[in-house]
């Protein structure tokens, strides 16, 4: 089978810097694969190019073998792709369960007039609505913050309500930037299980972390990138074993 993702020689300039050079490589379909590299390897910034944030200086990038080129993030969220933030994109001025369901709108099929009227099945599905979501609140853990305030919860329950809402969209491909940033071990390692759950559904996930005991625990493949550059990609086992990886990145951690 193809891969779901495949990077051509992306380059991503700001200004003189090559925050992303000149990477090659791809994601197969399945599984949970682990981008590492020190603070400001670029792992951000490959993020923002593969879901359509960044337009790549150079390269191309293939989602199921279809050029993404000049799609916005909508669009590829249409297509399935799905992401949570390294900086919390919470709205605070709704409940827990109103900003999953604002990941749900995107599955929606829902016409703009029959909303502004109000008509009978649109308050149907409403209902559907906040019913899905409290069940993807359920299989994150947030069971009893339902009707939660954002500013009420702890910054694990935050980090799980962002993943249950780029859930709601039904993606193929989820990005988690730092699931585990902030998380103390107790967490994290909980953090770890969802995402084999995520993954076990058949989601395929791309997840970058600085905690590497939950990487190498979780992964079955990780890139390393370094200076924006691919240092390595393998197994955990391989890459904790690579002379280059343990001089450049893990050897200092
Ligand atoms: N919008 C931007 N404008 C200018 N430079 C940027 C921008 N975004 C990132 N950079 C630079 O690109 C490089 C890669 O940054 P990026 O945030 O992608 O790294 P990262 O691997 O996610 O780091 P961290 O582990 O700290 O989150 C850094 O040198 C950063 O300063
Ligand atoms: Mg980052």
Same mark, same amino acid.
């Given at each position: 089978?193809?891969?779901?993702? @495949?990077?051509?020689?992306? =380059?991503?300039? *700001? ?28 792992? =951000?910034? /490959? ?19 279809? $050029?993404?080129?000049? /799609?916005?993030?909508?669009?590829? #969220? ?6 949570? *933030? ?52 359920? *299989? ?29 969209? @039904?993606? @193929? ?9 902030? /998380? ?9 299980? /969802? ?8 989601? =395929? ?11 190498? $625990? ?29 001089? #450049? ?5």
């Amino acid at each position: 089978m193809s891969a779901i993702l @495949e990077c051509r020689e992306l =380059t991503k300039s *700001f200004g003189g810097v090559d925050a992303v050079a000149d990477l090659s490589f791809t994601v197969a379909r399945g599984n949970i694969h682990s981008i590492i590299g020190p603070n400001g390897a670029g792992k =951000t910034t /490959l993020i923002n190019l593969l879901t359509g944030i960044y337009t790549p200086t150079a390269g191309s990038i293939l989602l199921s073998d279809h $050029d993404t080129r000049g /799609l916005a993030p909508y669009k590829l #969220a249409q297509r399935g792709l799905g992401r949570t *933030f390294q900086n919390l994109q919470i709205c605070m001025n709704m409940s827990a369960v109103e900003n999953v369901m604002v990941g749900l709108h995107l599955r929606l099929n829902r016409g703009f007039l029959a909303a502004l009227l109000r008509l009978k099945s649109v308050r149907a599905g409403d209902r559907d609505c906040r019913a899905r979501a409290i069940e993807l609140m359920r *299989f994150t853990g947030l069971e009893n913050q339902i009707d939660q305030h954002p500013s009420e919860m702890s910054y694990g329950a935050l980090k799980r309500l962002e993943i249950a809402r780029a859930l709601a969209a @039904e993606p @193929e491909l989820l990005f988690l930037d730092e699931p585990a940033a902030g /998380l103390n071990a107790n967490e994290t390692h909980a953090i770890g299980a /969802l995402i084999r759950e995520v993954a076990a559904s058949g989601v =395929t996930v791309v997840l970058v972390e600085h905690d590497m005991k939950l990487v190498m $625990d979780v992964s079955d493949d990780v890139l390393v990138l370094n200076y924006g550059r691919k240092l390595a990609q393998g197994t955990p086992h391989a890459i904790q074993n690579d002379p280059e990886v343990i001089s #450049a990145y893990l050897g200092g951690a």
